[in-house]
């Protein structure tokens, strides 16, 4: 078990292409921190830097309070988890499982015993003869899993594991990553484009754009307080709402005037906060889930707006409309039991509570 | 305009119109391949089959021009017994032996350390130096054979097997490196480093992981390599002048022939003969020599 640490890391590629541009970042021991973000903003790359298959141009790693940078990855005591599986296909699971140990001169008593505990704990105890093409994909990852799992390594590093599983297998997949970690407890990173996959494995989320880290932050955090506008459009789906607006100060109240005439009053207790920004062109950030049918109007900070759906998405659990507002497109959640019709007006509640003002130039969430 | 034409036609035609047929497409293209086929093996099984034919006869038979040529009269395994009782047949064919499996060896334990190195680390100039190994393979044997004349000779080693073994890796070295490293290269990154995690240096991820994986594309280098060692007329040729030192392919030509005289009952005898080794060799692995070729193909 370990902590890991990334100081002021950075990867150059040939050409001078920064894949990572100075991160720092440090994960505590037993922790499971994922790194989220979309295609090529440095979270694979980041991995691959603490499983020491890519150099690092500058900065440095520590595992375990060593530091790392110039230890070849069959020393560095970790195990990693690819997104193909990359199960060596000429042995079986139990010769997959057990090859790293084997590598390490283990008794073989202490290998079967090692196996065939990791094989109880992802349930593949039955498939330890088999051969990986005889797997089907949800199993080949459990034994990559496994293979994992009996080096006991210091730190486990998954690369988007799930992305090649059927969406079903995937949420099934996710249960048992989580099970598993609860079980051997082994401080985890892990890598995926799936924000759902990152805000429920996680203990905390990493979100990194173009090289750089945006938060850091429990699932929660930046679910309710994210810190740009990239972590507030990245996380939660369907993505946040932004819509063009101005804040006005009438007479000591703020208000935003946003497209389409609409004008909501800003709640009392984020007046302060907000009051320096009077004048200003800002997005006001609103999550779907809190743009929905009238409901709990007798709370507070409570408005009623009124809206024409131009798409209506039945989910089952949910209904998801979407209407524009001055090009805008926005999108609410509602109850599946409302009444909903295309283009005919209906009236939504905003929970004004939860809203965010966002910075259009600087992109930093106000 | 197309869409009220095709509602034209669409009124007067039935609602289904039958244009073809899968199935008798399908079983013509079968015909003619089988046709293809059988022209093919007819073509290339005439001169084995008369190689067998002629190897039965006697040498009065073959010489009778009476009769038909396709036809033995009175078979006989007298060429063959001669052969194997009488003159240097079988040591040829042992010295061939050698000269193959030595050749074998060397070849496949450099090529697989070069491809591994061509495919899997990039060092500076390796992509330069893949195509180079590539090219020696293009110059023809017969420009070589002149230039090698006076190194083989000034390393002594003139009409000595030993020369054999040092020059015909020239010909099998750069093609089977090149067709492993087309196979190697088709082998998924993230095999090499799951082993390096798992603890592996890079002899282990050859010697465990590249080589098991990569077994079919070894076999095609190896048939390859086989091949050639075994088949190879033009260095022997010019290199082993004494019947005790040659190998098969010169030692029938030369100790069958005498001036002008053909004893082409032996010489087809040793002929077949010598070719039953590496038809043995295909018969047992080419499942295997295709599938290597072909993963070759697509990837090289």
Known sequence: MAQVSLRKVVKEYEGGVQAVKGINLEIADHEFVVLVGPSGCGKSTTLRMIAGLEDITAGEIAIGGTVVNDIPPRDRDIAMVFQNYALYPHMTVYENMAFGLTLRRFPKDEIRRRVENAARILDIGELLDRKPKALSGGQRQRVAMGRAIVRDPKVFLFDEPLSNLDAKLRVQMRVEIKKVHQTVRTTTVYVTHDQVEAMTLADRVVVMNQGNIEQVGTPQELYHRPATRFVAGFIGSPAMNMIPARLENSAGALRLHLPGEIVLPVPAERTQRYAPLAGREVLFGLRPEHLTEPKNLDRPNIALVEAAPEVIEPMGMETMMIFSLDGTEVTARLDPAVPVELGRKMPLAADLNQMHLIDPQSGRVL | ?300
């Open chain 2, 1 to 300: 305009m197309s869409g009220a034409s095709l509602t034209t036609a669409g009124a007067a035609a039935p609602a289904y119109r039958k244009v073809g047929s899968i199935r008798r497409e399908r079983r013509w293209a079968l015909i003619g391949a089988y046709v293809a086929l059988a022209v093919f093996v007819l073509f290339f099984l005439t001169p084995p089959f008369h190689m067998l034919v002629t190897s039965l006869k006697s040498s009065a038979e073959i010489a009778d021009l009476s009769g038909n040529p396709w036809v033995v009269r009175r078979p006989t395994l007298e060429n063959y017994w001669e052969l194997l009782q009488q003159g240097n047949y079988l040591l040829h064919f042992r010295n061939s032996v050698i000269v193959t499996l030595v050749v074998v060896a060397v070849t496949m334990v450099i090529s697989t350390l070069a491809a591994f190195a061509l495919a899997r680390m990039r060092f500076w100039g390796s992509a330069t130096l893949a195509t180079g190994v590539f090219l020696t393979y293009l110059v023809p044997e017969t420009l070589l054979f002149i230039p090698l004349f006076q190194i083989i000779g000034g390393l002594g080693l003139y009409n000595n097997l030993l020369a054999m073994i040092l020059i015909y890796p020239t010909l099998t070295v750069p093609f089977c490196t090149w067709i492993m490293i087309g196979y190697f290269s088709s082998i998924p990154k993230e095999l090499d480093e799951a082993a390096l995690i798992d603890g592996a240096n890079h002899f282990q991820m050859l010697w465990r992981i590249f080589i098991p994986v990569a077994l079919p594309g070894i076999l095609a280098a190896t048939i390859f390599a086989f091949t050639v060692s075994w088949a190879q007329f033009l260095y022997p040729m010019a290199f082993l002048v004494s019947s005790e030192n040659m190998v098969l392919t010169v030692g029938i030509v030369s100790d069958l022939i005498r001036g002008d005289t053909f004893q082409w009952g032996k010489i087809m005898a040793g002929a077949l003969m010598a070719a039953a080794p590496p038809l043995l060799v295909y018969a047992f692995l080419m499942d295997y020599y295709i599938a290597g070729l072909t993963a070759g193909a697509t990837k090289g």
